[in-house]
């Protein structure tokens, strides 16, 4: 007996030696160790033994049955681990591999100077408005103090709609449309937005530009105010060194304005002076239309071209270029805000 179960014990274990993969190994656990397996069926022998005979084959049968098991374990283990190893080899991923080469945008140059001016204003307690660019002459030229035959409606000839809407010729209806709203309360906003004026195009003139209104409306507004607001937009565009110059000037929705020039350095070393926007106090008759009395509320406004701006800035010839979409010019510009 004792040799049948050593021949036994022998075949399953060179049996184990031989699996290759975890079905195999199932095959021989249930081969040999399921309730019907050459192992378990040698237990059922017990009962044709004579008593005294059975505690020693019993125990035999058990340790067969063990050491089985324990190759059947050990094999299990390396196996699982062969293949958790080709699964990790066939799934793996080389990270050093270069990825694909996205396209990269960045937003346009008047972008970069539009939301360059918001942060700074935002930061100093500004809120950003906006309006419509189909717009209605009330708002246009009539809030803005400018009646239906006022001569200086000549310099903003724009495309008209019907009688009533055109193309909004500046951005400051937006101050008309925010005072209406504010009803009569102090505000701080700066509207950004395209325009558009009844030009022929060239190199310094564009039938359609951008332009950014500054609009400030409380109790003991001063002309004080306005320049430090200016000569912080102008440092921060340009740099600390540079100077403003304000000219008297004459705007219908303020009294008094000003031209505003910024310094530069000349080629020849000598400082000359660039106009770059229109300001002044708002015009008490603007304040009374948009529902502030002018005895207890003053204020003061101020319009910058965007691309005056670009153009000093980063030394651009042509005012066209920003509506070419000319994609050698663009790329100039990427690395600012990128996207
Ligand atoms: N709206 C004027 C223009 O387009 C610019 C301007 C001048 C705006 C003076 C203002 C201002 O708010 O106070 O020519």
Redesign the pocket.
């Known amino acids: 007996m004792n040799e049948t179960l050593t021949k036994l014990k022998d075949a399953a274990l060179s049996k184990l030696n031989q699996v290759e993969t975890l079905n195999d190994l199932e095959t021989v656990r249930v081969e040999y160790l399921s309730k019907k397996g050459h192992i378990s069926l040698m237990m059922g022998k017990l009962r044709d033994l004579p008593n005294e005979e059975r505690p020693a084959f019993g125990q035999i049968v058990n340790q067969v049955k063990q050491e089985v098991e324990q190759a059947l374990y050990e094999k299990k283990q390396i196996l699982e681990y062969a293949a958790l190893l080709e699964s990790l080899q066939k799934e793996h991923i080389d990270v050093t591999l270069p990825g694909y080469q996205f396209y990269q945008g960045s937003t346009h140059p008047l972008t970069q100077v539009i939301e360059d001016i918001e942060d700074l204003f935002m930061g100093m307690g500004y809120t950003v408005e906006e309006g419509p660019e189909l717009e209605n002459d009330h708002y246009n030229f009539e809030m803005?103090n400018l009646d239906k035959d006022h001569p200086a409606r000549d310099?903003?000839d724009t495309f008209f709609v019907d009688e009533q809407m055109l193309l909004r010729?500046?951005?400051?209806p937006v101050?008309a449309r925010t005072m209406l709203k504010m009803k009569g309360e102090p505000l701080k906003i700066i509207c950004p937005g395209k325009?558009y004026r009844r030009d022929d195009d060239d190199p310094t003139h564009s039938h359609q530009f951008t332009?950014i209104?500054?609009?400030v409306i409380d109790k003991n507004i001063t002309f004080a105010h306005l320049k430090d607001a200016l000569l912080t937009m102008v440092r921060h565009l340009f740099g600390p060194e540079r100077n403003i110059r304000l000219r008297p000037s004459y705007?219908p929705?303020?009294e008094p304005?000003v031209e505003v020039d910024v310094s530069y350095v000349k080629k020849d070393g000598s400082i000359g002076y660039i106009e770059i926007?229109?300001?002044?106090l708002?015009h008490p008759n603007v304040l009374k239309m948009g529902g502030y009395d002018p005895e207890v509320y003053k204020g003061?406004?101020?319009?910058v071209g965007v691309e005056r701006i670009a153009i000093l800035k980063y030394n651009i010839d042509d005012i066209r270029h920003f509506y070419t979409n000319d994609i050698r010019f663009l790329n100039q510009f990427k690395g600012v805000n990128k996207i």
Request: proline fraction near 0%.
């Open positions: 803005m310099m903003q010729t500046h951005t400051s101050q325009v332009q209104e500054g609009l705007f929705f303020t304005s926007l229109g300001a002044g708002v003061f406004a101020f319009g």
